[in-house]
Nanobody, 115 residues
Framework: QVQLVESGGGLVQPGGSLILSCAAS????????MGWYRQGPGKERELVAR???????EYTDSVKGRFTIYRGNAKSTVYLQMNSLKPEDTAVYYC?????????WGRGTQVTVST
């Protein structure tokens, strides 16, 4: 059984920082891509950042220079360091893992940027 356990969401003031983490377990290896998507109120789900097994990284333009995606040493955990957060970053953030074939999603973690 595949499990993606996300943590790290919460309420933060504009300009603040959060770190999201996602730990993958189960019949999910080898992993090709690990990434984060988000869905804001009234918006479609969009890619935030993803990292391939060879280390290639992609960010959506709105987070470049503010967010950093990286994998843990065991390669089964992915992190999203979010700095200089803005109200428009408010969304449910979902972990996504692409194995050799299927794609898996976490349940999501809420990030709210507000005063």
């Amino acid at each position: 059984q595949v499990q993606l356990v996300e943590s790290g969401g919460g309420l933060v003031q504009p300009g603040g920082s959060l770190i999201l983490s996602c730990a993958a377990s189960g019949s999910i290896f080898p992993i090709n891509v690990m990434g984060w998507y988000r869905q804001g109120p009234g918006k479609e789900r969009e890619l935030v950042a993803r990292i391939n097994s060879d280390g290639r990284i992609e960010y959506t333009d709105s987070v470049k220079g503010r967010f950093t995606i990286y994998r843990g040493n065991a390669k089964s955990t992915v992190y999203l360091q979010m700095n200089s957060l803005k109200p428009e970053d408010t969304a449910v953030y979902y972990c996504n893992v692409v194995a050799t074939g299927p794609s898996f999603w976490g349940r999501g973690t809420q990030v709210t940027v507000s005063t």
